[in-house]
């Protein structure tokens, strides 16, 4: 068997392992089984839905206070969209 390094979140991990131990098993066995599961493509893909951001429609472009380079504010626009859409 050959070992494999990756990067997760740490939280993720402790909950992956709390919820294996559960099951029975290990977070190692879950692992190989869905790569197994993916590389016989048995797992149904779920398709991409993207939001669309909030405009405003005086003169376009985004509402003021979205900072197109902050992820967070991006982010939270896309939730409030919902809301704003809600408004209209």
Do not use: C, F, H, W
């Not at 869905?34 to 016989?40: Q, T």
């Not at 982010?75 to 408004?87: K, P, R, S, V």
């Amino acid at each position: 068997m050959t070992n494999l390094t990756i990067s997760l979140d740490e939280n993720l991990v402790k909950q992956a392992r709390i919820k294996a131990i559960q099951e029975g098993t290990s977070l190692s066995a879950k692992v190989r089984e869905m790569l197994s599961a993916y590389v016989r493509q048995d797992i149904p893909t779920v398709p991409l839905v993207i939001p669309k951001l909030p405009v405003s429609k005086a003169r376009g472009g985004m509402l003021p206070g979205i900072d197109p380079s902050s992820n967070r504010s991006l982010y939270d626009a896309m939730d409030a969209g919902t809301e704003l859409n809600n408004l209209s």
